[in-house]
């Protein structure tokens, strides 16, 4: 079982930037493959990048190619997500999560955090 907590959420203006970090309890975090999602108002959760269990396998959308790294430090249980250059389009609630194997496909995950806000003015 794995247990995820995002922070690093908030407000910020277009062009700017944040780190997300999703910390982990559990003992399986270390084989995991890593997602992050996000969602906002009126539309369905979408992908924005996975990472596969050893690091070395990453995925991103389309969307935040080139803004966005995902990355993880498995002796702290931590993934996190740097994105910068924001737009108002990434505005949503982000969600992390946590399954056997690296996809862009939610059903895939099997464990997820309650999400943290990101809010970008123009």
């Known amino acids: 079982q794995v247990q995820l907590v995002e922070s690093g959420g908030g407000s910020v203006q277009a062009g700017g930037s944040l780190r997300l970090s999703c910390v982990a309890s559990?003992?399986?975090?270390?084989?995991?493959?890593m997602g992050w999602f996000r969602q906002a108002p009126g539309k369905e959760r979408e992908f924005v990048a996975a990472?596969?269990?050893?690091?070395?396998?990453?995925s991103y959308a389309d969307s935040v190619k080139g803004r966005a790294t995902i990355s993880r430090d498995n002796a702290k249980k931590t993934v996190y997500l740097q994105m910068n250059s924001l737009k108002p389009e990434d505005t949503a609630v982000y969600y992390c999560?946590?399954?056997?194997?690296?996809?862009?496909?939610?059903?895939?995950?099997?464990?997820w955090g309650q999400g943290t806000q990101v809010t970008v003015s123009s």
């Open positions: 990472l596969n269990w050893v690091g070395t396998i990453r």
């Open positions: 999560a946590a399954g056997t194997r690296l996809s862009e496909n939610p059903p895939a995950y099997d464990y």
């Open positions: 559990g003992r399986t975090f270390s084989w995991s493959a």
